[in-house]
C-alpha cells in the first residue's frame, strides 16, 4: 500500500494551521470565480484577505529606497550606467552606494551564503541592535533565517527532544507555535493572556500553567512571547518584560521573543526583551542573569517594510551554551542558506536613511504614511467594533491585528453545532459568505472556554469594508436572536 | 539547568552534514585572514571552495536576460520609463513583457503568495514539464518551494511516521537526506551505486538493501534517486530510470527524484522519471502503474542558471492520495510560502526566451558559454585525475561534481587514525592546508567499505588550481609512501 493519511507522519496529521484553513481556501476560490467573471451569484465584488498580515498584498506600497536598492542587488550591471539611474531614473547617490556595498559583502545575490547569513549583514544587524537597546550585539550571534517563521522552526527542532519537552505558549497564539509543536511531538503548555490587562502576560497565570505541567511530568524548556502580540494587538509594558526574564531565570528557561511587530506600536513603545535582559544583568552584578538564554526573532515581512513574500530575518541568541550554538549552526547549515536577497533586505530594513541622506526625506514620508495609515486603519475599524451589538475590542496597541471579542446568541451557536463547526466559524463563514471579507476566528490560535474572537488585520484600505462588516453583523445577530 | 548539548533533540545532535563542516569552517578561517592581509604564513594565496556547488561564488556570471526581469520586478517602478530601459539601459522589450506578466500573476514580489506558489508560475512549470516529456502536467500537484533543499524537508516530513519508516537512499549521497531523516528520527536503508558502471543504480543491491530492511521490521517507504548525481556526477541511462520505476511500483514505494542537475548533462542525455512513470502507464493500460507515486524535485540553484542564493525550487507530484496532499499543502502554508521572487526566476528557468524573442540571442549566447565552459573544466579536472597516481575517475558525465576514488598509502591510513579521522578527512584537510582548496571527503556522503574519495565541484576558473592538487597529491603519496 502506497502512502495514505493513515501510515504517513502522524505529527504533521495532527498539526493545525487556521490561518491558511478552510476559510482561506474559500476566500481564494472566491477571488478565482470573481477574477473570471463568473459571480453573479455572489454578494460582493472583491474578496479582502483580511486573515493574514500581508501588506502589500493589500494597500502597502514597497519603501522606494529599498526596492531601489534590491534592483541593482539583482541587476548589477545597472551601476555600470549612473548617469542614467541618477538623471533619468531618479536613484540618488546613497542609494547606488549601499548597493554597491552590499554587493561588496555579498558577491552575488545569486551565490550561497554563509550558513548563517552574509558576515557583513551580521554586522550591520548587530550595530542596529546597539542603537535600538544602547547595549552592544555580538554578530556571530545573529542567524539569518527565511522568515522569522523559519527561525521559530529552528530553534524548536533543536530545543525539543521529544513528547516530554514543554514549551510555554501564549493562548491566544500565532499557529506558527501549537502547528511546530505537533510536527515535533513536543508538549505545548498552553498559558492564558490576560485579556482585562490588554492581553498582558500575567505571571500568575504563567506559573500555573507551568507548575500544572511539572507536575505532570513534562520538561519545561522554553516560553514564547508575542511582542507586540499576534493576534491579540497587545503591546507589552516594560513590567511584563521583566517579569517574564525574572521568572525563565528562576526556572531556567529559554525566552523566545518573538518580536517581528516591533515597529507596529501605536500606544506606548516596544520595550525590547534584549534590553531588559541587559538591564537585569546590570542589576544583578553577581552574575545571576549571566546564564539567561535568550532567543529574540525580527523579520522584513512586518512593520512598515512588510516584504514578507521575500522571506527575511534573523534571530539573536544570548547566552546559549556554545555546544547547543553548534548544532543551531549545523542544523541551518543543512538547509545552506537564507536567501541572499531576504538577508539584504533585512540589512536595509535595520539600517534606514538617515538624516541628511540624499533618500532620507522620500524614506521618511513614506515610512510615516504608512504607520499613520495603519493606525487611522484601526482605530476606524476599532470604532465599528464599539459600536456593533454583543463586540467588545481593546484600544489599538500594535501589530497589524484586532481580536475581538464576540457574544454571539444561543441560537448562533446552536447552528453552528449542526453544522460541525465552533461558534466562531461559523460566524466567520458566513461573514465570509456574506461579504468576501476573510477573517481567522479565535479558535486557531486558541481562546479561554466559553469566549469566542476573530482576528482581524487592519490593512485593507477604504472604510466600505468596515461598513460590511457592521452590517453583516447586525443582520446576523438578528437572524439568530 | 538550561539547555545542553546533552537535553537537547538527541535527532538533532546525530545528524551529519560534511558539506559545510570542519573543513568548510576552515576554509571560511583561511578567507577572512586572506581579506584581512593577515595570511604571511599560508602557502597559498586564495580560498577554493570546491565543496559546494555554488557557481556565482566562483566565476558563474548571472544570465543577463533573468537578471534584468528580477531588476524591474523588485522596482516596478522602473516600468513607467521603458523609454529609459530600453534605450539607454539596453533592456530588450521581452524583458519588460515578461516583467509586467510576472508582476501581475504575482501582484507585489514583497507579498505572500499562496502556500504552494503564485498559480500562473505553476502553469507555466507545467507547461515546461510538457514540452520536455511530451505528456501533461497538472499545476495544481506542482509545489513551489525555497531550493529543492526546502521540497524534500517537506516530503521526508510527510512521510517518515518515526523510526520504523525507511527510505531507500543511495550511497554515496547528497547528506540533505541522511541529515534529514536523523532529525526524524526516521531509518535510512542506504543502496550502494556501482563505482564500476559509472555509478549507475544497481537493482540486485537495491533488492538487497529493500529485503535486509524489510527482514529487520522496517516499513520502507521511499526510494530517493539523485539524477544526475550527487555526489558522484553519475547521469543515469533510461535503463536504470525504467528498472527504479519498476521496483517502486511492485514494492508500493514513492520515488523521490531528484533532478536538480537536469541540465548538467555531459554523456547521452537526461531521462527524466516522470517521462517514463508515464511511457510505464501507456505500456501497461491494465492500470497497474497508475498508483505509483513519484514525486520529482528542480531547482534555480544548479544549471546553467546557477542561482542558489535565492533559493527557488519546486517539486511535482504523480499518483499521491488526496488526503496525502493536503497534508503537505498544510505543512507547506506553515512556512507561509517559498520566497517569491525566487518562484519568478523559476518561471524564467522553465520559460527562457525563445528563438525570434528580441533576448534569446544573448541568453543562448550566454547559457552556451556557460555550459561548454563547465564541459571543459570538467575535462581538465578529469586529465588532472587520470594522471596522479592511485586516483581513479569516471569520465564526466553530468551534475557539478567529480567524485574520484583515492587509493592512499597506508602510513597514511595511520597518520589519520593518530589524528581521530578517517583517511579521506586526513587527506582532504591536508589539500585544504596545503592549498587552500577545499574538497568534501567521500566519507561525508558515504561509500562502499574500504574505499576512499572526495568530491570536488569543476566550478572554479583556470588551470592553476588544478596544477596545484597534482603538486600536493604527489608529495603527499611521497611522504606516506
Known amino acids: 500500500m502506497g502512502l495514505t493519511i493513515d501510515n504517513i507522519n502522524q505529527n504533521v496529521v495532527a498539526a493545525k494551521y487556521a490561518v491558511r484553513g478552510e476559510l482561506a481556501v474559500k476566500s481564494e476560490e472566491y477571488r478565482a470565480k470573481l477574477s473570471k467573471g463568473d459571480a453573479k451569484d455572489l454578494p460582493f465584488d472583491q474578496v479582502i484577505s483580511a486573515n493574514i498580515g500581508n501588506p502589500q498584498q493589500l494597500d502597502q506600497k514597497p519603501i522606494t529606497f529599498i526596492r531601489q536598492v534590491l534592483s541593482l542587488l539583482e541587476n548589477p550591471l545597472l551601476l555600470e550606467k549612473e548617469d542614467v539611474l541618477v538623471q533619468s531614473l531618479g536613484y540618488q547617490t ?6 554597491r556595498k552590499l554587493l561588496k559583502a555579498a558577491g552575488s545575490v545569486g551565490a550561497y551564503s554563509a550558513s548563517t547569513g552574509v558576515p557583513a ?3 550591520s544587524i548587530a550595530e542596529f541592535l546597539e542603537r535600538r537597546d544602547g547595549f552592544p550585539a555580538d554578530p556571530s550571534k545573529i542567524y539569518l533565517s527565511a522568515g522569522a517563521s523559519s527561525g521559530v522552526n529552528t530553534l524548536l527542532n533543536v530545543i525539543c527532544a521529544g513528547p516530554k519537552t514543554g514549551i510555554l505558549v501564549p493562548i491566544p497564539q500565532y499557529p506558527l507555535y501549537t502547528a511546530t509543536l505537533a510536527v515535533l511531538n513536543a508538549t505545548c503548555v498552553p498559558y492564558l493572556l490576560d485579556e482585562h490587562r490588554h492581553w498582558g502576560t500575567n505571571l500568575e497565570t504563567i506559573r500555573k500553567s507551568y507548575d500544572e505541567a511539572k507536575a505532570n511530568g513534562t520538561d519545561v524548556r522554553a516560553i514564547v512571547i508575542i511582542n ?4 491579540t494587538g497587545a ?3 516594560e513590567e511584563d518584560v521583566r517579569a517574564v526574564l525574572e521568572f525563565a531565570n528562576k526556572e531556567n528557561l529559554v525566552v523566545m521573543a518573538d518580536e517581528v511587530y516591533q515597529t507596529n506600536v501605536f500606544l506606548g513603545e516596544f520595550h525590547s526583551f534584549k534590553r531588559m535582559l541587559r538591564l537585569l544583568q546590570q542589576e544583578h552584578p553577581d552574575g545571576s542573569y549571566d546564564s539567561l538564554q535568550l532567543a529574540s526573532l525580527h523579520s522584513v515581512s512586518k512593520g512598515m517594510v512588510g516584504e514578507c513574500g521575500h522571506r527575511g530575518g534573523y534571530f539573536e541568541l544570548c547566552g546559549f551554551d556554545p555546544e547547543v550554538e553548534a548544532q543551531i549552526y549545523k542544523f541551518v547549515s543543512i538547509m545552506l542558506c537564507a536567501p541572499v536577497i ?9 539600517n534606514p536613511p538617515r538624516k541628511g541622506d540624499p533618500s532620507y526625506e522620500l ?5 510615516n504614511g504608512i504607520y499613520n495609515g495603519l493606525r487611522q486603519r484601526a482605530a476606524a ?12 475590542c481593546d484600544e489599538p496597541q500594535g501589530s497589524m491585528y484586532l481580536f475581538p471579542t464576540i457574544n454571539l446568541p444561543a441560537k ?4 453552528a453545532k449542526a453544522e460541525g463547526r465552533t461558534a466562531d466559524e461559523f460566524y466567520c463563514m458566513r461573514l465570509l459568505e456574506a461579504t468576501g471579507i476573510c477573517v481567522v476566528p479565535g479558535s486557531g490560535f486558541g481562546q479561554k472556554e466559553n469566549t469566542l474572537h476573530f482576528r482581524t488585520t487592519f490593512l485593507a484600505p477604504g472604510t466600505e469594508w468596515v461598513g460590511s462588516i457592521v452590517k453583516f453583523h447586525k443582520e446576523f445577530m438578528d437572524k439568530y436572536r
Chains 1, 2 share one sequence.
Request: charge should be negative.
Open 381 to 392: 475599524l476599532h470604532n465599528a467594533f464599539d459600536e456593533m451589538e454583543g463586540v467588545e
Open 363 to 367: 524614506y521618511e514620508k513614506e515610512y
Open 235 to 237: 503591546s507589552l509594558p
Open 412 to 415: 448562533a451557536a446552536e447552528a
Open 228 to 231: 507586540p502580540g499576534n493576534p
Open 94 to 99: 546613497d542609494v547606488i552606494e549601499r548597493a
Open 121 to 123: 549583514i551580521k554586522e
Open 342 to 350: 531576504g538577508q539584504c533586505l533585512v540589512e536595509l530594513m535595520v
